[in-house]
């Protein structure tokens, strides 16, 4: 039910070799990921995100910024600060160690929102299209 958020194998990140030189969770000036502090079974203190909330700023070495979205609506459980002291994790295992965030859906949601995403195949072929 938890849904882990990272960079899709076709991010521009990932795909024309940049590098890159910072992560940054400070969203605005009064909001930032990494103030996220959740305890308890309700998962208090959790920061609620929409579908277009930012998760976090990635800057690359060519000068480019890339905004990630939550792109799902829940609670944000954890942010991976790993990749603030080692960003190539981003690149070398985006989907292991090198994820961004973990987010809670509603449970009432969570059937919902898992309904609505594409299969590895179906991704493919969106990409194939584009």
Do not use: M, W
């Not at 969203?27 to 920061?47: E, P, Y």
């Amino acid at each position: 039910r938890i849904c882990v958020i990272t960079l899709a194998e076709a991010h521009p990140l990932l795909q024309s070799g940049k590098t890159i030189k910072s992560i940054n969770y400070q969203i605005s000036a009064n909001c930032s990921r990494l103030q996220n502090k959740v305890s308890g079974k309700s998962k208090r203190g959790a920061q609620f995100l929409t579908e277009l909330a930012p998760l976090c700023r990635i800057s690359s070495s060519d000068g480019e910024e890339y905004t990630v979205y939550s792109c799902i609506r829940g609670r944000l459980i954890e942010v991976n600060e790993n990749i603030l002291n080692n960003p190539s994790l981003l690149q070398e295992k985006p989907s292991t160690e090198g994820y961004i965030a973990v987010v809670l859906p509603k449970f009432e949601e969570s059937k919902s929102i898992t309904q609505g995403l594409l299969t590895q195949k179906e991704y493919e072929e969106v990409l194939l299209k584009r």
